[in-house]
C-alpha cells in the first residue's frame, strides 16, 4: 500500500512562472490537505479538499494560488506567477475519513525554489 | 482561533539523559499530535492522543495528554543520537485542518 505520493520532489522555478504541484493520497483515502513550511518553521494549513470539492481554503493566499482534487488523478496545487517568496517546502497528507479517529499521513513533500 | 506552543524551542542534551518537552495550545480540541522530521524529510507520525489523561510510549519516547490544562508533554527517556530530529505537536482546529506548533529541534550528543 503506496504511502501519499507527491511529485515532483523537487522543483525550481522563474519568478513569473507557474508551478504545478501533484499529489496522490493513499488508496482508499478521500481527503486531501496541503500544508506549506518555511525553512525553520512549522506547517502551515493552505487547503483542505474532498473529491471535487473545495471544504476550507481558509489558509491559502487570496491570488495567486488555487488547487484542486478531480474525481480522477492527482490532488493539484497551482501556484502562478510565482515570487521568492513562495520559495518553500508543500505538503501534502491524506485521510480516509473526517469526524472519526482519523490521522493524515504525509507525503514527501515538494520543495520549490523560486530563482 | 487556536494557537499551538511548544517549548522550549531548542535542545541540546547528552546521550542517556532524560527531558520532557511541552506542547500548548490553546483552544478546546479533541485530539493532540506528535510529529517526527529529520532535515529535508517529510513528517513521522509518532502519536495521536486522543482523550484527557491518554498516554501512549513507543520506544524511548511517551506522550501525554492533559485536556484540562491544554497541555501535551513528550518525555525522553535515555536519549540516543537517533533522537535528534525536530518534533512538532498538532491540534486539530475546525474543518480537519492540523495547526502546528513550530517545533522542537533536538540534538542528543554523544
Not at chain 1, 52 to 80: C, H, T, V, W, Y
Not at chain 2, 59 to 67: E, F, W
Not at chain 2, 81 to 97: P, Q, V
Amino acid at each position: 500500500n503506496a504511502g501519499v505520493m507527491q511529485n515532483p520532489r523537487h522543483l525550481v522555478r522563474r519568478r513569473g512562472q507557474e508551478a504545478r504541484l501533484r499529489c496522490s493520497p493513499m488508496k482508499g483515502h478521500s481527503h486531501v490537505y496541503w500544508y506549506r513550511q518555511l525553512p525553520e518553521e512549522g506547517l502551515k494549513f493552505m487547503v483542505y479538499l474532498q473529491k471535487e470539492n473545495i471544504i476550507d481554503e481558509s489558509g491559502m493566499p487570496k491570488e495567486r494560488f488555487s488547487a484542486e482534487f478531480p474525481k480522477e488523478g492527482p490532488s493539484i496545487l497551482r501556484i502562478q506567477q510565482v515570487v521568492r517568496g513562495d520559495s518553500a517546502a508543500y505538503f501534502c497528507a491524506s485521510s480516509r475519513e473526517a469526524g472519526t479517529v482519523t490521522e493524515a499521513f504525509f507525503g514527501q513533500g515538494t520543495r520549490l525554489t523560486v530563482v | 482561533e487556536l494557537k499551538v506552543e511548544q517549548n522550549p524551542l531548542f535542545l541540546s542534551m547528552q546521550e542517556g539523559k532524560n527531558y520532557t518537552i511541552y506542547c500548548n495550545y490553546s483552544t478546546t480540541s479533541d485530539r493532540l499530535y506528535w510529529y517526527r522530521q529529520d532535515p529535508g524529510k517529510s513528517l513521522e507520525s509518532l502519536f495521536v492522543l486522543l482523550s484527557n489523561g491518554a498516554v501512549k510510549q513507543e520506544g524511548r519516547l511517551m506522550a501525554s495528554l492533559d485536556t484540562k490544562a491544554r497541555l501535551s508533554t513528550l518525555h525522553i527517556t535515555a536519549a540516543v543520537h537517533d533522537l535528534s530530529a525536530t518534533y512538532f505537536c498538532a491540534s486539530r482546529g475546525g474543518s480537519e485542518k492540523l495547526v502546528f506548533g513550530k517545533g522542537m529541534k533536538l540534538t542528543v550528543n554523544p
